[in-house]
């Protein structure tokens, strides 16, 4: 039963849901209705009745909001900036923390940013009352500074994201997206730009396999065009799907191995959603050791594989093709993010 006014405030939450901070963006909103009576605002936003657009500056200070918010008298606020901890997200929250000063302010962050050390010592004078990051770093520095806090991973739609054992079905998804039937199909799905590591994937692009890269719409102008990354991989016989995939699941259900190549902290959020929706599809995954990623999924059932870049085609070689095998971990990741959300808003604790 709801029970609680809550107020999310966001910078991004418009379709398409396509990449890591949107799609959390998403969860987090329809998890916070589901759960508590839930009042959203948003720079940018679509039609639903708990949306409202965001009209502040830059660091969220207006009357109008601060009216409407203290009419709305939440049990707490969530702030989900799309910038991550960076100083200026850090100030945002402090400024709703100043505006609201009887309300709880809960920051939450899915990735480090660098943060130089006049900047951390700012960041320690306006530090979040409660914090919720994925990322391992963040939560030690938090720790260090006394900021009561709790590390979570992401959630997954398992309706969405399921395995599909189905041979004909896989021939058809193929066929659908125009991919070779008989290669290994080893896939790669986010933002086409150079802070990702795409290039590592070349190598692996030979024999029976096929990289297949999918491009978020978020992809960088940089990143496109003659002379760029997606020239160099596409002269390398790399595939690369571009755009929004409203059924991105069917990308997973036609793949044999997902590859994660990513070692730049501030490449992907830290518990990053592919790796977890490729896991849900029951297909194996090659990651490196990023962010939370070991932390939150191990092993998952000898199913994930965690090699450095340079080793990917030797860990190509060894491992076997193992097929279909259901996550052991995707739905307990699930209720602890939902049981995290819940604890941080309703009650009080200390790390």
């Known amino acids: 039963m709801v029970s609680k006014r809550i107020v999310l405030i966001t910078e991004y939450l418009n379709p398409p849901f396509d990449e890591g ?64 901890g ?20 809960i920051f939450f962050t899915l990735q480090p940013k660098p ?10 004078l306006i530090k979040p009352q409660v914090g919720v990051t994925t990322s391992l770093e963040v939560k030690v520095f938090w720790e260090k500074i006394r900021v009561n806090s709790k590390l979570v991973p992401l959630y997954t739609n398992l309706e969405n994201f399921n395995p599909s054992v189905d041979r004909d079905r896989k021939i058809m998804l193929r066929l659908k997206y125009r991919l070779p039937q008989d290669s ?28 297949v890269i999918v491009s978020s719409s978020s992809t960088p102008v940089d990143a496109i065009g003659p002379d760029s990354l997606e020239q160099k991989l596409i002269d390398n016989g790399i595939i690369i ?7 991105i699941q069917e990308i997973y259900q036609l793949s044999d191995l997902y590859i994660f190549p990513i070692i730049e902290k501030c490449g992907s959020i830290s518990m990053p959603l592919s790796i977890l929706e490729a896991r849900a599809c029951g297909i194996p995954v090659i990651t490196t050791n990023f962010g939370s990623v070991k932390y939150f999924l191990e092993d998952d059932e000898g199913s994930i594989f965690y090699s450095i870049p340079e080793g990917f085609t030797q860990t190509l ?4 093709i193992i097929g279909i095998k259901k996550s052991t971990k995707v739905k307990k990741l699930n209720t602890i993010f939902t049981d995290t959300i819940k604890e941080v808003i309703e009650n009080d604790f200390v790390n």
């Open 115 to 124: 943060l130089s050390w006049w900047k951390r010592a700012i960041v320690k």
């Open 317 to 320: 070689k060894e491992i076997p």
């Open 21 to 84: 901070i949107k799609k959390t963006a998403y969860i987090l909103f329809n998890i916070l209705n589901e759960n508590f009576e839930t009042y959203t605002f948003s720079k940018e936003v679509f039609e639903h009745p708990n949306l409202n657009k965001l009209v502040a500056n830059k660091l969220f200070y207006n009357s109008n909001l601060k009216k409407k918010i203290k009419q709305i008298d939440p049990k707490a606020i969530i702030y989900f900036p799309f910038q991550s």
């Open 241 to 247: 799907l571009h755009g929004y995939i409203k059924d």
């Open 86 to 105: 960076t100083l200026a997200s850090y100030l945002r929250q402090w400024v709703l923390q100043k505006t609201f000063k009887k309300k709880r302010v």
């Open 184 to 211: 290994i199909i080893i896939t790669h799905i986010g933002h086409l730009n150079y802070e990702r590591n795409l290039e590592s994937l070349i190598p692996l692009n030979k024999d029976q396999y096929q990289v």
